[in-house]
């Protein structure tokens, strides 16, 4: 049974309608932090890609690192994607726990994004998850519209990483790998919601050991990441067209004679 998909543009309309705010539409892709959550994560978006010479790409893989900065007994994050039709896959294989929050994981310095940058590429991909420590519980979900991490503190200690990190990574392989221009193509991080999202975080839980401070999250938060790709035809393509225009013009010539 297919489940029925309330789009984040659906539910950003009719949260404005309920405030009296105007929201404004887009196209782009994004990725969106939760509702009503004080705190949200941190991301850095990068994708992965081919070199076809010059700044023409062809990419493949589109990958979201996450990160918290404090004292951390709980973390957890509902990453909906798809919202604009199908064209990612959650590839559960690749992604996982980083950092501190991992054993033998990579630990990728935190880059939370802010503003407009442009989009950061890589020929291979740079991340390894690792597995849980000892006392943490994993478990992670994906039915085909949403991915849900949970990872808590059960019997170990708590994660202390004294500095803003990563703690999971999240790729997703393109449906259709697009050849871009990477001199044209930016990713912009922002504070607020954009409708016709593509991945969306629907919601985001960081628990923190400090009774003091007893939730955590990113010191550079992102609501939103629009994702602009300047696609361009792939040479192949280029090359299909223009044979088949001189086949066309050599048989209107042959015509005419």
Not at 128 to 151: E, I, Q, R
């Amino acid at each position: 049974m297919t489940r029925p998909r309330l789009t984040l543009g659906t539910t950003l309309l009719l949260a404005a309608a309920a405030g009296g705010a105007s929201i404004p539409r887009t196209a782009h892709a994004i990725v969106g932090g939760g509702f009503g959550v004080p705190t949200n994560s941190g991301k850095f978006l990068y994708d992965v890609c081919d070199p076809l010479g010059g700044t023409l790409y062809s990419c493949y893989r589109t990958v979201i690192r996450a990160d918290p900065k404090g004292d951390v007994t709980h973390i957890g994050m509902t990453l909906d994607y798809d919202f604009s039709g199908p064209g990612f896959v959650f590839n559960a294989a690749l992604s996982g726990l980083l950092g501190p929050f991992a054993v033998g994981g990579s630990e990728p310095p935190a880059t939370p994004g802010a503003g407009v940058q442009p989009l950061p590429i890589f020929t291979s991909l740079p991340d390894v998850p690792g597995t849980p420590n000892p006392g943490w519980a994993l478990t992670v979900t994906d039915d085909g519209l949403a991915v849900t991490m949970d990872y808590r503190n059960v019997s170990g200690l708590p994660v202390r990483p004294g500095r803003e990190t990563n703690f999971f990574v999240f790729v997703f392989d393109l449906v259709h790998p697009v050849v871009i221009d990477a001199s044209r193509s930016t990713v912009t991080y922002s504070t607020t919601l954009v409708p016709g999202a593509t991945f969306a975080e629907l919601s985001f839980t960081c628990e923190s050991g400090d009774p003091s401070f007893p939730t955590c999250g990113s010191t550079v938060p992102s609501a939103a990441i629009t994702l602009d790709l300047a696609a361009v035809p792939e040479p192949r393509s280029v090359l299909l067209v223009a044979s088949g225009l001189l086949a066309l013009a050599g048989v209107a010539v042959r015509r005419r004679r």
